[in-house]
């Protein structure tokens, strides 16, 4: 029986947890000879599905819950006890003698290496970042990353700033892209209807572009077209993002066009009628929503070195335009309004492109790399 400690960054409804929780199903599914453990740093509305997927189920927020009265120490005793308790939930979990463990983004990494530390585990790192966040997250990257064994990157792009930028020995690194599933697929149809609805997703913040979202908004809808246009975007957002977000729509003129929905739990039936999705972000390599509104048939427009999704573009299926340029989003955009025959053709070519980005087919793909160990 080999054992297997996945540390979990967080458990919110997002790309990087999903595919954690796809993969520990998939595992527990079709690998009886693992027993599979997890370690939470931040729950999340997934935490429920994680707790009953796994043996052992061990969270942070557990620690911070042992002394009753610690936030009422000043704050040089509450970083010594937090110190001690970290130390010691350490020291448990290193006698487990875990075969594997595996940090899941690299916000996982300075735990991970501690539990590496003098024991026989090998370190496996799932890196869904570029080099911009691990900058800003994890600046010592360069020297943690001396401790682990295997890199999975989600994407070429991921996989060459790994080595170009950050000394990574190239064959210590495994490219293995992301997958998600979609329940009912339908056949896609021609759009008859006389408004065309472009859509984007994700967490509102600068990686996901959501200003330039709003630029190409406000230049696709000052140009006539022969239909109505409606820009969708879902996704968590703040209270004051939200607030700064309705504010400038409202001062361009946009309110009644673009339209932020939140965080939805079945973002699907909204992404099923959206005509072509928009990916605004600087940094995504290799965004979920896109494998799954590529299964539902729609066209994708994204930015040329910003994400993985290019790599699968260069089959058709979509445009990747240059980094920001504003203007040749916007182009391509008013080129599928003006063209619907070219919405329905790519829409086929994405659902035929993205077929293969699914637990079944990439699941054994990570759990092989896993198997070989050195």
Known sequence: MKKILFISHQNSLSGAPLILLYFIQWLRKNCSNYQIDLLVLSEGKLSGDFKKSVKNYYSINDLKNKLIFQNQYPSFLKVKIDNLLNSLFIRKLKKENYDIIYGNTIVTLPIASKLKENSKSELVLHVHELSTVINLLLPN??????????????????????????????????????????????????????????????????????????????????????????????GKVSLNDKLVIEADLQKMGLFDFVDFIGEILNPHEYLKKCDVFLLTSREDPFPLVCIEVGLLGKPIICFDKATGISEILVRGGGFVVPYLQIDKMVEKVRYYIENPELVYKDGLLNQQNFSNFTPDLICPQIFDFLETFE
């Open 141 to 234: 990257f360069k020297k943690l990353k001396n401790s682990v064994d295997k890199f999975i990157a989600v994407s070429d792009l991921v996989k060459n700033e790994l080595s170009e930028k950050w000394d990574v020995e190239a064959h210590k690194v495994k490219r293995i892209y992301e997958f998600s599933k979609v329940e009912g697929i339908e056949q896609i149809k021609k759009n008859d209807t006389e408004e065309f609805v472009i859509c984007g997703c994700g967490h509102v913040d600068w990686r996901k572009g959501i200003d330039l979202f709003i630029q190409v908004a406000n230049y696709v809808i000052s140009t006539n077209t022969n239909k109505k246009v409606k820009f969708i975007w879902i």
